[in-house]
């Protein structure tokens, strides 16, 4: 048996075998759209993108990942430019009025459009196949923010036993598990 198997693989080559297993896992597990089900055809999308959990409907005009300018200690992301045309980073009011006692925070995308969707399917409905769509677009902003700092230490946001139980998993230690691996991995 085993060395049929062997004959098997040695007649096939390793990237038919990957394809052919590519076509079960479509057929066993296809594509479909996290909000409204809809299927998605797998051809037309990155694996592990929002695009691979979302339709083109549902997705809309997509998610906004915070850009320049922003709040230099909370991140916030500021919409209107200044009549002077001051589009720098810098501090927001809230932050001069009540300084954070924190370094910095930062955020890798706006909570508006289908994020609104994404992270409660995520921490409530247990759509983990958004784990590594979010664990990439944090990974991205810490490579931007944080890659020349002095890391001692990455912790995920601890989650209290109970909540723990109901749930199932940490939804924020989903999204950094790789971190070290990934970075480590790019240096
Ligand atoms: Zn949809
Ligand atoms: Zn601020």
């Known amino acids: 048996m085993l060395k049929s198997f062997t004959d098997h693989c040695k007649t096939y080559s390793v990237p ?8 079960f896992e479509q057929l066993l597990y296809p594509l479909k759209c996290l909000k409204c089900g809809v299927y998605i055809d797998p051809d037309t999308v990155k694996p592990h993108t929002m695009e691979a959990c979302f339709c083109d409907h549902c997705m809309g005009p997509g998610f906004h990942p915070i850009d320049t300018p922003f709040c230099i200690k909370c991140g916030i992301q500021f919409h209107q430019i200044t009549v002077s045309g001051f589009d720098e980073n810098h501090v927001c009011e809230a932050c001069l009025k009540a300084p954070l006692k924190l370094d910095r925070v930062r955020a890798a995308i706006e909570y508006k459009g289908i994020i609104k969707d994404a992270i409660p399917l995520f921490k409530y409905h247990s ?13 991205q902003t810490f490579l931007c923010h944080y890659s020349r700092s002095q890391i001692d230490l990455i912790l995920p946001v ?3 036993k109970k909540k723990l139980r109901e749930r199932g998993f940490n939804q924020a230690y989903l999204m950094i598990r790789s971190f070290i691996k990934t970075y480590q991995k790019s240096y």
Not at 16 to 23: D, F, S, V
Not at 127 to 136: G, M, N, R, Y
């Open 16 to 23: 038919a075998l990957k394809n052919t297993i590519r076509i």
């Open 127 to 139: 759509k983990l196949s958004l784990a590594k769509v979010f664990e990439h677009l944090l990974f």
């Open 158 to 160: 601890p989650l209290h």
